[in-house]
C-alpha cells in the first residue's frame, strides 16, 4: 500500500524559508515521477514543482528560482526546499507520485495517481 506523508509546514514570515518533507512508504521514489502540488485559501489547485526519475525539474512560474524540488533516494523523502516566501505561497501542500515509471514531467494533478494529505504553510507579511 503506497502511503505519502508531507510534513515540514510552519507560519514564517515573507522572505523566509521552510523545507517541506514527503516520507514514502510502499512505494519507490527513485524510479519514477513526483510532484508538489498547493491549494490556496482561494481553493485553486497548482502544481508547483516537479521531478521525474532522471531528475529533471520543472517549476511553476509563480516559485522558479525560489523553490527546489530534491529527493533523497537512500532515505525514499522527496523534499521541497522553499525561499523567498511570499505571502501568496500560503497553502496546503501535498507531494504526489505516479503510478508509472517514466521520464516525463507534469504539473497536472490528473498526471498523479497517489497523494499525502498535506502540511500546512502560511507566509505572513
Known amino acids: 500500500q503506497v502511503k505519502l506523508v508531507e510534513s515540514g509546514g510552519d507560519s514564517a514570515q515573507a522572505g523566509g524559508s521552510l523545507t517541506l518533507a514527503c516520507v514514502a512508504s510502499?512505494?519507490?521514489?527513485?524510479?519514477?515521477?513526483m510532484v508538489w502540488f498547493r491549494q490556496t485559501p482561494g481553493n485553486l489547485r497548482e502544481g508547483v514543482a516537479a521531478?521525474?526519475?532522471?531528475?529533471?525539474?520543472l517549476y511553476d512560474d509563480s516559485v522558479r528560482g525560489r523553490f527546489t524540488i530534491s529527493r533523497d533516494n537512500a532515505k525514499n523523502i522527496l523534499y521541497l526546499q522553499m525561499d523567498s516566501l511570499k505571502p501568496e505561497d500560503t497553502g496546503l501542500y501535498s507531494c504526489?507520485?505516479?503510478?508509472?515509471?517514466?521520464?516525463?514531467?507534469?504539473?497536472?494533478?490528473?498526471?498523479?495517481?497517489?497523494w499525502g494529505q498535506g502540511t500546512q504553510v502560511t507566509v505572513s507579511s
Open positions: 504526489g507520485a505516479a503510478e508509472y515509471s517514466g521520464s516525463w514531467l507534469s504539473l497536472r494533478f490528473h498526471s498523479y495517481s497517489y
Open positions: 510502499g512505494y519507490i521514489i527513485e524510479s519514477t515521477s
Open positions: 521531478i521525474n526519475k532522471d531528475d529533471d525539474t
